[in-house]
């Protein structure tokens, strides 16, 4: 992922969407009225939390409608089909955690006519952001900008949502490595191609992976709304042998209570495969404009190295608003 080694890795930027396994059945394996309860899930154990017992929540539906729900990927693509502005915020650390390098803007999205086009209105940048020719120093920034930045006019994109359409074939360099992240945002829990000894260690939902991992179904407060909580965390006390091969240590979901419409989720991700190394942490909030849902925040916090290259430290946060038609 990172030069000179780009197809070694790139989890280091990797923000991770978490999907539920499917086709539950099962039924209250505790006997407890009013207390935890557990359901199996192709023979993956879910605790429902007592809350959850008490609500009457149809489990197996809500585990397939995560199995099947394209409303957190269409929610990012919805961006290509509107007008909106950007608060941009990179900031690059030195190994002491101040600040080493920035970028800070504010830019305006246009889409009209089936095209869109970027302006930027304010920009600030710090230390060694870009070089003399405009190019990115840092490959973190230089993702972001590929995810986030419209280069030009674009046109005529099929924004349709299909699972299939996420692949890395045909495509090189940074439009691979921006591929590998969509599928690990968007199709978590499957094997990504061309990522090097991780391999199999992403497929959380399948043998032996899943046996490394708590699933659970829960109810909370996020931001004055009552929501469901999906959480998928590493089991505590595993082995060491376990433990390494741990790459995703959790993945928590939030959906509204009524819609079940994705609210907001957390990531993190750890990996020490010795050519390279990451630790990631990612926060994305959702919002809603008219019926439309679209990502409002998304915070990165992230740490990695690969062979050859300097460490990256880097944390950025997006900012969404002003959306219009």
């Known amino acids: 992922m990172f030069p000179p080694l780009r197809n070694v890795f790139n989890c280091g930027f990797m923000v991770v969407l978490l999907a539920a396994v499917i086709q539950a059945s099962g039924q209250d394996t505790t006997g407890k009225a009013a207390a935890d309860s557990v ?3 192709d023979q993956k154990a879910i605790t429902l939390k007592e809350v959850v017992v008490r609500s009457n929540m149809d489990v197996p539906s809500f585990i397939r409608r995560i199995q ?8 990012f693509k919805n961006l290509h089909e509107l ?3 950007a608060l941009n915020d990179v900031t690059m650390l030195d190994k002491q955690g101040r600040p080493a390098a920035g970028l800070h803007s504010r830019t305006r999205q246009t889409f009209a006519n089936g095209c869109r086009s970027m302006s930027v209105l304010e920009e600030k940048t710090e230390g060694d952001i870009r070089d003399r020719s405009g190019h990115w120093n840092y490959y973190t920034a230089e993702m972001y900008a590929g995810l986030f930045f419209t280069t030009g006019t674009v046109c005529g994109e099929d924004n349709s949502v299909r699972a299939e359409e996420l692949s890395t074939r045909g495509k090189r360099g940074i439009e691979k490595h921006k591929e590998q992240l969509k599928m690990l945002f968007f199709n978590p829990g499957r094997k990504i191609p061309g990522i090097p000894f991780i391999g199999d260690k992403i497929n959380i939902y399948d043998p032996p992976q899943s046996d490394l991992y708590d699933f659970e179904v829960d109810m909370t407060s996020y931001q004055g709304r009552n929501v469901y909580v999906f959480r998928v965390q590493a089991r505590p006390g595993l082995a060491r042998s376990q433990q390494n091969d741990v790459v995703i240590n959790s993945v928590i979901t939030y959906f509204d209570e009524h819609d079940m419409r994705i609210v907001a989720r957390t990531y993190d991700l750890s990996y020490d495969a010795g050519v390279y190394d990451f630790n990631v942490h990612m926060e994305v909030e959702m919002f809603r404009v008219g019926d439309l849902l679209l990502p409002k925040l998304l915070r990165y916090n992230g740490n990695w190295k690969v062979a050859l290259k300097k460490r990256e430290r880097g944390i950025f946060t997006a900012t969404i608003f002003d959306v219009g038609g």
């Open 39 to 41: 359901i199996f899930v």
């Open 68 to 75: 099947f729900d394209t409303s957190f990927y269409r929610a």
């Open 83 to 85: 007008s909106y502005t």
